[in-house]
């Protein structure tokens, strides 16, 4: 295993309910490091440039409304193997299937309002990153 880095956001059902620094340690807890963190806002534009991949999906327009309904913590995480680990630590997408203590079992209000984002592959987490941030705001 090698150590890498992976793009996680706290959507905004999470920021509304103050559950940044609960996720945060949930993260830390598990050996993911956050090396680098903002609150922003999303426009619609670039809510729907996050998820292109997404866009013949049926819940494409709803999620794009939902990511821009409020604030979001984008973050890099790093860590060994980091990008699988948040997966683990995130659980499944749809919260009634995901894992006890996982970060969506225990604050996930529905399938779309799921409280975090995590890339799922390398390819996706380099761009994902770079979505976000340039490398001189990334401090490994
Ligand atoms: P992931 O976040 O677990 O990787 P994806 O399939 O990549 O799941 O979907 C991206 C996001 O789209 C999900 O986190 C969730 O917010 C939303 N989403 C996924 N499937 C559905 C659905 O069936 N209905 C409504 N929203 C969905
Ligand atoms: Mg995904």
């Known amino acids: 295993m090698a150590v890498e880095r992976t793009l996680s956001i706290i959507k905004p059902d999470a920021t509304r309910r103050n559950l940044t620094g609960k996720i945060n340690a949930c993260l830390e ?76 079992k225990q604050f996930a209000e529905n399938i779309e309002a799921n409280s975090v984002h995590g890339s799922d592959s390398r390819e996706n987490a380099a761009f994902e990153i770079a979505y976000f941030f340039d490398d001189s705001e990334i401090v490994g």
Do not use: W
Request: with cysteine.
């Open 29 to 104: 807890d598990a050996g993911l490091g956050i090396v680098a963190q903002k609150r922003i806002r999303l426009t619609r534009e670039r809510a729907e440039g996050f998820y292109a991949v997404h866009k013949e999906r049926p819940f494409f327009n709803d999620l794009c409304d939902f990511m821009s309904s409020g604030p979001v913590v984008v973050q890099v995480l790093e860590g060994e193997d980091a990008i699988a680990k948040n997966r683990r630590v995130m659980g499944a997408t749809n919260p009634e299937e995901a894992d006890e203590g996982t970060i969506r």
